[in-house]
């Protein structure tokens, strides 16, 4: 195949991420079909896009008439069919293996022969949602980073059967998208994540062995390490139900005692201790 010139961009499921990732498409100057699945969520997510540029315009980043400008890129809809327009879908719906299957299969019968799929899983085999579809060659990961507006990278993910062509075209897109990108092939956690969920459990299980407090903790590594923030905020900030969460995905896959979470968070997360979003993690928010 070879890729589409990209102009319309569709973005599947508006929530965390993929809110983020639709703030950016139409920031770079492209009509972007937004799909959720009831009106409700559509417009939650065009309120949070909304509030995020008028902080721009607040700081003097961006005038009122462009925000109008960018925000009417944006069309919202429930059905999957407004996106047969569309040369890049970026799927960032549940992450559910059957769910994207479901999906991917649906949407095959919609875009055009050229149009890339791209998905933002964090955790599943990009080859394995590939497997939904009869032209897995169009299938690549775009995985972008929480907050996407604000993270610069992000992870363009070759799949057993992708195309050189999807793959370039999904790396170029992220380079229009204002972002860093860089290639790498389908393994669990890709780069940043197969590294950073290790060395963030390796932490934790320092706090109790060298028998220090997560104040303690935080301090050796950005003081000791150079690290931007401390790895207790960090873990805090990610919410630690969703960082034991991708700790136990990956365990699954690579099954190193190191990735596995330990016992201490998943005994807080059990406890609803959930860093920032719960008020309650390694440290207390008001
Ligand atoms: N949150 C993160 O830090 C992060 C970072 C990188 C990648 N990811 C990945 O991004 C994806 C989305 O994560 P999130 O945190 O934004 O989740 P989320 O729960 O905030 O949002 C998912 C949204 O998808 C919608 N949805 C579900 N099924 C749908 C469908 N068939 N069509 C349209 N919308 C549908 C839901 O209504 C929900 O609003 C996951 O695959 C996740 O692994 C998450």
Redesign the pocket.
């Known amino acids: 195949m070879s890729a589409p010139e990209i102009r319309t961009i569709g973005v ?7 809110a983020g990732i639709a703030q950016l498409s139409i920031e770079a100057g492209y009509e972007t079909v937004g ?3 009831t009106d409700e ?1 559509g417009e939650k997510a065009r309120d949070r896009i909304a509030h995020f540029l008028q902080r721009k315009v607040d700081k003097e980043r961006m005038t009122a008439d462009e925000r109008f400008a960018v925000l009417e890129r944006l069309a919202l809809q429930t059905e ?1 069919a407004a996106l047969s327009d569309c040369d890049l879908v970026i799927e ?4 559910d293996l059957e ?1 994207k299957h ?2 991917f299969a649906e949407l095959e019968g919609i875009v055009r022969p050229d149009a890339i799929l791209a ?6 085999s990009v080859t394995e949602i590939a497997s939904a579809v009869s032209t897995p060659e169009r299938v690549v990961g775009m ?4 907050p996407a507006p604000l993270m610069p990278l992000v992870e363009i993910v070759r799949a057993e059967l992708s195309s050189d062509d999807a793959v370039d075209a999904a790396y170029t897109l992220g380079e229009r998208l204002g972002k860093k990108p860089i290639r790498c092939h389908d393994t669990p956690g890709f780069v940043v994540n197969r590294i950073l969920i290790p060395l963030l459990n390796d932490c934790i299980r320092a706090l109790d062995e060298a028998r220090i407090s997560p104040e303690e903790l935080d301090t050796a590594m950005t003081a000791g390490a150079g690290w931007p923030m401390g790895p207790c905020t960090l873990v805090d900030l ?1 919410g630690i139900d ?1 960082h034991v969460h991708a700790s136990e995905a990956l365990y699954e896959k690579l099954r190193e005692p190191r990735i596995a979470p330990p016992p201490r968070i998943v005994a807080m997360r059990n406890a609803g201790l959930l860093g920032r979003k719960s008020g309650r993690g390694f440290y207390s928010y008001d």
């Open positions: 599947v499921g508006l929530g965390a991420m993929g799909r959720e699945v969520l999957l960032a719906i549940v992450e769910a479901a999906l998905t933002n899983t964090s955790a599943l995985h972008f980073f929480n990610v969703v």
